[in-house]
């Protein structure tokens, strides 16, 4: 059984959201509701068997900063799958600092909110993450889809840069994109990045989480910036 957290000062807010959670997952999921971080930080200290497993939370209220708070959580907690809720896009720079699962904007639309907490459950499922496999004269690499930072090609060379380091092989970018999963896109005609690395997104480049930077190109930025927004749950107006 999953246990979700909901976290949010709004009383209609909570109730919508553990009546829809309820009915779609029934006794598949526990769910706990909080008015605020701070009345969930109480209770998560007092009894930690209370953590949940995914919080869906907002971006900011009037009190409290979610983006800060979530990070505290990630801290004291471990691995806990952040969900946030927005009102607007004002603050969507800034929530990667945490490696949110899902952005979902308010008024929350129900199917999103399943995909949501879907996609949430599903990596917390899944036992074995994705590799993918490289192949040179000299070596065999197998390495971890998600610990890829982002791939860049020069030449027909390719720099696979992980997290722990980087990997020179020779292949075309376009044979390893085939075997990467959907959360990798293409925003450059020589770069590939993941997008649960991504810290800012913008015509002038990305900006991963650990400093780095990764151009992006003209003629690929409209394409590049709707899969973003898709990976994050939400399509451009």
Known sequence: MKRIALCDSSKEVLVELQTLLSHQYKKGVQISTYPSVKELLRAWQRDERKKADIILMDVITEEENGIAAARQLQELFGDIKIIFTASTMEYVED?????????????????????????????????????????????????RAEDIAYVESERRVLTVHSLEEDIRVNMKLSDLEEHLPEYFVRVHQSYLVNMYQIKLFSAKGVELLDGRSVPVSRPRYAKAKECFLQFLGEHEE
């Open 95 to 143: 929530i990667f600092e945490v490696n949110p699962v899902f952005l979902l904007i308010k008024p929350i639309r129900q199917e999103k909110l399943y995909e949501a907490v879907d996609r949430a459950m599903n990596q917390i499922d899944t036992k074995e993450a994705q590799t993918v496999t490289l192949i040179s004269k000299s070596f065999i690499a197998r390495v």
